[in-house]
Nanobody
Framework: QVHLVESGGGLVQAGGSLRLSCAASGSRFSIVTMGWYRQAPGRQRELVAI???????NYADSVKGRFTISRDNAKNTLDLQMNGLKPEDTAVYYC???????????????WGQGTQVTVSS
């Protein structure tokens, strides 16, 4: 079992910045990919950014150039630096990890509880 704890959401004015963090804990697992997703009211959950264990990143077109994803493999932590925030970035942001369990070799997705980001105009 892998447990995720997110932090860093809040209320910010348009043009402002926020930094989200996610920490993964548990035992006998190896993280393959880590990512951030978001879900706005009435909309489907969508990918914001993802990063592999090797550091390869991928961003949604809507956040390219404004958001930066990073991870610390030694600490199993994930960050999302969000700059130039827009009202349309308002959503609940979820941390996601895709792991390989070292004993069973099973591959599993885990989700954080979500953190609210609200951008006022």
């Amino acid at each position: 079992q892998v447990h995720l704890v997110e932090s860093g959401g809040g209320l910010v004015q348009a043009g402002g910045s926020l930094r989200l963090s996610c920490a993964a804990s548990g035992s006998r697992f190896s993280i393959v990919t880590m990512g951030w997703y978001r879900q706005a009211p009435g909309r489907q959950r969508e990918l914001v950014a993802i990063i592999t264990s090797g550091g390869t990143t991928n961003y949604a077109d809507s956040v390219k150039g404004r958001f930066t994803i990073s991870r610390d493999n030694a600490k199993n932590t994930l960050d999302l630096q969000m700059n130039g925030l827009k009202p349309e970035d308002t959503a609940v942001y979820y941390c996601n990890v895709f792991v390989r369990h070292l004993v069973t070799e099973a591959m599993t997705d885990y989700w954080g509880q979500g953190t609210q980001v609200t951008v006022s105009s």
